[in-house]
């Protein structure tokens, strides 16, 4: 009976230490894909602002008088590169 008693104790003692180990991975799997998750989002936080930078210098060199022919071509060369990255 007491070898019972001893084996059971052994087995809880087993799930317990599983159960510990098998939460701390679940809290790190979460933490990954959190990190993940921010990491994403801080990318495209920046592709959108280079984006817009680019947008903005583009239109503002093709539509102002100043800028001669050279110029405008790299505003319409920037208008298609931005366009084509955004529907690839």
């Known amino acids: 009976m007491d070898q019972v ?5 052994g087995l809880d003692k087993l799930q317990a230490h599983v159960d510990t180990e098998y939460e701390r991975g ?4 979460i ?3 959190q990190e993940q ?3 994403d989002q801080m990318k495209n936080i ?9 947008l903005l210098c583009g ?10 022919e050279k110029q405008k071509h790299w505003g319409y060369a920037t208008l ?7 529907l690839r």
């Open 59 to 68: 239109v503002g060199v093709v539509m102002l008088q100043r800028y001669d």
């Open 46 to 54: 920046v592709i959108i602002g280079i984006t817009v930078v680019l």
């Open 80 to 86: 298609g590169t931005i366009l084509g990255f955004w």
């Open 37 to 39: 998750k921010d990491h």
């Open 5 to 9: 008693v001893a084996v059971q104790r």
């Open 31 to 33: 933490r990954e894909i």
């Open 26 to 29: 679940h809290k790190d799997a």
